[in-house]
DNA sequence: TTGTATGTACAAGCAACTTGTACTTTATTC
DNA sequence: GAATAAAGTACAAGTTGCTTGTACATACAA
């Protein structure tokens, strides 16, 4: 069952206008596409240095990258 | 050992410029004191959640709070 | 259809967080 | 200085929840 997540939207939202699949993006953060997958489904969250990575990776900033107005 | 740790040194920071005590914010987040502790000493991270609420009590960014510039 | 790339489901193992308790430090008052 | 209270710290135990491997599903081209 598909869990609602702004985070996990956002993560996919961005990755997908970089042109990148799931599994590039977890090279970038040294870890598998399960991870990137449950990330964007809503099964696990990533920790702040992981959102860190993300909001370099994509150019914007954490409040952006999680959803924050 | 006290790990170093600057999103810990800057709870503190933010903490004390609001005057607060360890136990009065951590009762903000629905924790104990011994939570706030182990952030400012960088025994445990808060999750995003949990940076997220500390963001709002400080009136600060999440980048900010941790120190990304 | 067959093959390939991409994404998903899920259990197991593991890493790391939260709490309770006791202890220590700091500040204040006598 | 001693005594007290408030504030902060240490740490083991229990718990939560993240990461991975594998198998399966989906999409799409040849």
Same mark, same amino acid.
């Given at each position: 069952?598909? !869990? ?9 939202? =961005? ?5 990148? #699949?799931?599994?590039? @993006? /977890?090279?970038?953060?040294?870890? !598998? ?9 809503? =099964? ?5 240095? #992981?959102?860190?990575? @993300? /909001? ?14």
């Amino acid at each position: 069952m598909k !869990k609602e997540n702004k985070i996990g939207e956002n993560i996919r939202t =961005y990755r997908k206008s970089m042109g990148l #699949t799931q599994e590039q @993006l /977890a090279t970038f953060l040294q870890g !598998k596409k399960s991870l990137v997958s449950n990330y964007e489904n809503g =099964y696990s969250t990533p920790d702040i240095y #992981t959102l860190i990575a @993300l /909001a370099d990776i994509f150019d914007v900033t954490i409040d952006e990258l999680v959803g924050r107005k």
